[in-house]
């Protein structure tokens, strides 16, 4: 899985299609990530002592990691990620671009 916590992406597929927002929690053996402002559930909580009244959560649902895309900061289009090798002043480091290569979305 090549998308991590912090990562800006666009939902590709599903309800919320056309959306984009920052993952918030990645669960790799899933294949599933959380992304803020996706995927919006409604969790009622029962009545408590601490809380007499009860009350109604929104709630970020997992959804599947194929159905999401990087967002390449220069383009601001969905693009795929690529581990490539650079060099930089002499020492080479490992890094995700965009597809094409031009831009780093670390």
Do not use: C, F, W
């Not at 809380?51 to 999401?68: F, H, K, M, R, T």
């Amino acid at each position: 899985m090549k998308i991590k916590k912090g990562d800006k992406v666009i939902v590709i597929a599903g309800n919320d299609k056309g959306k984009t927002g920052t993952v918030q929690k990645v669960h790799p053996k899933l294949n599933k990530v959380v992304v803020e402002g996706v995927a919006v559930r409604k969790k009622h909580k029962k009545p408590t002592q601490q809380n007499p009244e009860g009350s109604i959560l929104e709630i970020y649902a997992p959804i599947d990691a194929s159905n999401v895309s990087l967002i390449d900061p220069k383009t601001k289009k969905a693009t795929r990620a690529r581990i490539m090798t650079v060099e930089v002043k002499g020492k080479l480091v490992k890094g995700r671009y965009s597809r094409d290569g031009k831009s780093k979305l670390d």
